[in-house]
């Protein structure tokens, strides 16, 4: 049976936790606090943004009519089934060929033969449902905005903050989670190195009962970068949580 590393004792996002294991390393601590790394990454324009953002006067709001004040349902449900599309996403794209349903998309790229897979084709796959996470994770936040900027002069002006985090730090959050493909190409050839070496021992054990199935290496890849993307979308959704639940409090 194909084995992958495991590290334990540090604690962090599971996108972090399984690219640690993944790659048999230890995760490096955090080398300054959060509000540190924050003014680092914020050049004085974003700053300057941020503060005016923070210190503006929210505009007026004029009163609501009672259905478009319940709560922020509506955009519950919209929140719920976005995210259930991409994980869905996720889950059919990483799947084998076989077992994909529906008529094929432009990103799901045909499979190779075992013996000739490249990692290619699986870093395009990563980075098309990247892009995917990315603009439908987009829309949703400026839905969400519109709605509460409807709502009370606070909500207002946390959507306005809301709006410059963004365009602040997306340029530095692509740059980042960019890198996850990258990552997972060592691991994608250790795996088939690894069933490449079982696969000889036995042939060269006679009479032996197989204990590694040609390919099979690929199906574990498969569902480990299943985990990466859905760990990923967990750490994106993150705004999209803040904001709904700001919407369904106001």
Known sequence: MLQVPRRTGFSGPTLVRLLARLADADAPPPASSLSSQLSQWLGWADAIALSSALKAQAPAIA???????????????????????????????????????GPARPSALPDPVDAQVDYAVHRQRYLTLQQTMETAIGSLRARLRAALSARTPAMAKLAMVDAVMERALGAREQNLLGAVPNLLEPHFQRLRQAEAAALADQAQAAGQAAAARPGAWLGVFRKDMQSVLLAELEIRWQPVEGLLAALQDS
């Open 63 to 101: 009163a609501m009519p009672a259905a478009a004040s319940a709560g922020g349902a509506t955009e519950a449900q919209e929140c719920a089934r976005v995210r259930a599309r991409l994980a869905g996403a996720i889950a059919e794209d990483t799947a084998p060929a076989g077992r994909r349903r």
